[in-house]
C-alpha cells in the first residue's frame, strides 16, 4: 500500500443509519454499505471523507422505531474510512487556479487530472504573505508550497477551506 500524506488518516467512525422496512430486501450489510456511501465526498464532523474507502466492520441487531408514521430498522455501524483532515501548520503543494488582488486561489490535485472542482481542499494565500516580487511570478497551473494558517470544515460541504502562507 502507498503511503498516504500527512491530511489523510484512516479513522474508525460510527453512526446510526436508518433503513426502511420497505426497503430490507437482500443483504443488509451491502444495504448498509450503500447508504454510507452517501456520505464519501462530504465533510463531517471529523473532516472530509475520501471516495470509496468506506468498509463497513461492524453492525448492530437493528432495533424497529418508527419516525413521523414511517417504520425503520435502526442500525447502529462501525466503519472504517480515510479522512482528509488539515492542522495548523501543516505543509501542502498546491496548484494555482486563479490569481486576484486579494491572493491566490488555488487546490491540492487529489487525482492526475484533477481541477479546483473535485478537490477536497480550496486554499487561500493572501497576496499579504508573499514578499514583493514573488507574488508576480505565479500563474495559473503553477504549484506552490505553502504552510496552514487556518481552515473551516463545513457540514456537508464537497472542501475544506484552508488560509495559508507560502514556505
Known amino acids: ?13 460510527t453512526r446510526s443509519v436508518n433503513l426502511p422496512i420497505d426497503k430490507l430486501r437482500g443483504d443488509v450489510n ?8 452517501r456520505y464519501e465526498g462530504y465533510c463531517n464532523k471529523d473532516g472530509y ?3 470509496n474507502t468506506i468498509e463497513l466492520l461492524n453492525r448492530s441487531m437493528g432495533e424497529i422505531k418508527t419516525i413521523n408514521g414511517v417504520s ?8 472504517k ?31 492526475p487530472e484533477g481541477t479546483m472542482k473535485e478537490s477536497p481542499f480550496i486554499v487561500i494565500v493572501p497576496k499579504e504573505y508573499f514578499t514583493s516580487g514573488d507574488f ?32
Open 136 to 167: 508576480d511570478k505565479y500563474k495559473q497551473g503553477d504549484s506552490l508550497y505553502v504552510s496552514i494558517l487556518a481552515f473551516r470544515i463545513k457540514y456537508q460541504s464537497t472542501s475544506i477551506q484552508v488560509v495559508a502562507k507560502p514556505v
Open 72 to 79: 425503520y430498522v435502526v442500525y447502529q455501524v462501525s466503519y
Open 1 to 13: 500500500m502507498s503511503e498516504l500524506p500527512e491530511y489523510i488518516l484512516p479513522q474508525l467512525l
Open 49 to 51: 471523507i475520501q471516495k
Open 30 to 37: 451491502e444495504l448498509l454499505y450503500k447508504e454510507l456511501q
Open 81 to 111: 474510512a480515510n479522512i482528509l483532515s488539515p492542522a495548523e501548520g501543516m505543509k501542502l503543494k498546491i496548484l494555482v487556479d486563479n490569481k486576484t488582488k486579494m491572493g491566490i486561489l488555488g487546490y491540492i490535485q487529489f487525482e
